[in-house]
């Protein structure tokens, strides 16, 4: 299994019966320019060459030959797109998704979209971002004039490793992943595929013949994108021929390897928080950032939304008060809900789901003199459960049904107070992978590649850690019930630029007599 990250590959050997047998992590440089924050870049050697040394120091950490390998999955971070010529030579870097130039072109791609009334806006979100692939294929040709003569196509980074290992070299013959294109290219299969020629032309002339440029075999991930060749083989010190199922995005495969299932939801929680989950209707679900048939698990529809920052947030309150925010969570687990008197919008970084705005700033009510950093951290982790919920709500809404909130990333691994909160908060029980589940969701394609096991659920069942499990404590639920109609109250009433006149003069003798109890 191999999860290719912002500023490292991971590779971990697994085994059907034994489990994870060893990994190995290498890193490769992260381009970025000091007089343009928004630079984020690169390059496809350099994923290559750590690919290879991380693979073969896994199977050294294992101790197994890699004449045994079975299979090999690949996900990845996106959009991370690079544009190549002939031969599926890359013109240029990667756009890693965290190259944020192309903020302009999402902007044109948006309100083109919605002037021409095209739909497949709606199916992410409404709101076209620079962290994906026509925007930033776009900043690419505008800024390239003298390479643009020599482009022939356009590939997520999922797809573009995989197609390297297999030695395909006809960008027409490339396994596409539809997690990638679905949730980052507007790909919708009810749609047509692609936005139409005429819209992407619309935007810009420069797109002219670029929709044609991105046909391929557009594929969920338990279809077989091609075998690992020989050159490739001995780089990676493994046999030739083994298959390479079409890979996905990380935070889609890291859901099924915390053990994703029909009614769950996967908060994959960092330094922001990806939300994951999946659904048998493939239902718009307005604010949502991608609905995508079979981006998860491909018998499904997978559902991605998100809190642009939430550990970022964790740490700032920390580096202000001189500390690190594991110090500050120390201190935080006698709390009572809504106890601090503060409620706090956690628009630090932007909203990502359900209002799409990023020009949105970090709010917080309550604020008295004694205050300190602890009260500040346990009323940023209450934002960020409140948040959640109007995410869960949305989607439950709109046919997707939440029973349980599985609570990946390494923050959950670390701070029990932020699942009591989110249990309470959310009132589901709240579910915490016991191990390790980084590059496992690869390693169950692999092995699902390799015909180890018959379906998804039996790799889950088989590989997937235990979970400690946090349930809603029903005086907590009610507690923050009320004040979750305050924050509801104020998410939309701050948030939604033409929002109706909002009463507000009641939320700070609310929140003060809800901490007086």
């Not at 902007?107 to 739909?119: C, D, R, S």
């Not at 799409?356 to 459960?385: K, M």
């Not at 590989?463 to 104020?490: D, G, M, S, T, W």
């Amino acid at each position: 299994g191999v999860d290719f990250g912002t500023l490292s590959v991971r590779v971990s050997i697994f085994d059907s019966e034994k489990g994870r047998l060893g990994s190995s992590l290498a890193e490769y440089p992260l381009h970025r320019k000091k007089n343009d924050p928004d630079y984020a870049t690169q390059s496809h050697a350099d994923h290559m060459a750590a690919l290879a040394a991380a693979t073969k120091n896994a199977l050294a950490a294992a101790q197994i030959e890699g004449a045994s390998i079975a299979a090999i999955a690949l996900d990845t971070t996106g959009s991370s797109v690079v544009p190549v010529g002939e031969g599926m030579e890359p013109l240029d870097e990667y756009y890693l998704w965290c190259d944020h130039r192309s903020w302009r072109e999402a902007a044109e791609i948006t309100a083109k979209a919605h002037e021409l009334g095209l739909e497949a806006i709606k199916w992410c979100g409404g709101v076209y971002s620079s962290e994906w692939g026509f925007s930033k294929l776009l900043h690419w040709l505008r800024h390239n004039p003298d390479k643009r003569q020599h482009f022939v196509s356009a590939f997520e980074h999922c797809d573009m490793v995989a197609a390297t290992l297999c030695g395909v070299t006809d960008p027409k013959q490339v396994y596409r992943s539809i997690c990638a294109m679905g949730h980052k290219w507007m790909w919708n299969e009810s749609l047509g595929g692609l936005p139409p020629e005429d819209f992407l032309t619309s935007v810009d002339p420069l797109f002219a013949g670029v929709r044609d440029k991105l046909q391929g075999r557009y594929a969920t991930s338990d279809q077989i994108a091609g075998h690992l060749t020989p050159y490739w083989a001995e780089q990676l010190g493994l046999r030739p021929g083994i298959p390479i199922p079409v890979g996905a995005f990380d935070a889609h495969w890291d859901a099924v390897g915390a053990g994703i299932a029909l009614g769950d939801l996967v908060n994959v929680i960092g330094t922001s928080t990806c939300v994951i989950g999946i659904s048998e209707k493939a239902e718009l679900i307005p604010g949502v950032c991608g609905v995508v048939n079979g981006s998860v698990d491909p018998r499904y529809t997978g559902i991605e939304a998100g809190l642009s920052a939430v550990g970022d947030i964790f740490e700032s309150i920390a580096r202000r008060a001189g500390t690190t925010a594991g110090a500050l969570a120390k201190n935080i687990d006698q709390y009572k809900p809504g106890s601090t008197g503060l409620l706090r919008l956690t628009w630090d970084n932007g909203d990502r789901t359900v209002l799409v705005n990023p020009e949105l700033g970090g709010v917080t009510l309550g604020w008295h003199l004694t205050h300190t950093a602890e009260d500040e951290l346990f009323a940023a982790i209450e934002g960020t459960a409140f948040h959640t919920r109007i995410i869960i709500d949305r989607m439950q809404e709109h046919g997707a049904a939440v029973d349980r909130v599985i609570n990946g990333g390494g923050i959950p691994q670390r701070n029990a107070s932020l699942n009591q909160i989110y249990a309470d908060v959310l009132n589901k029980p709240i579910l915490v992978p016991q191990g390790d589940v980084t590059s496992l969701g690869s390693a169950i394609f692999a092995f699902l590649a390799a015909g180890v096991f018959p379906t998804l659920e039996a790799a889950q069942e088989r590989l997937c850690p235990q979970h400690r499990v946090f349930q809603p404590e029903p005086a907590n639920v009610a507690l923050y019930n009320e004040i979750f109609a305050i924050y509801r109250k104020l998410y939309f009433g701050l948030g939604c630029r033409n929002a109706e006149p909002v009463a507000i003069g009641d939320v700070l003798p609310q929140l003060r007599a809800i901490a007086a109890r």
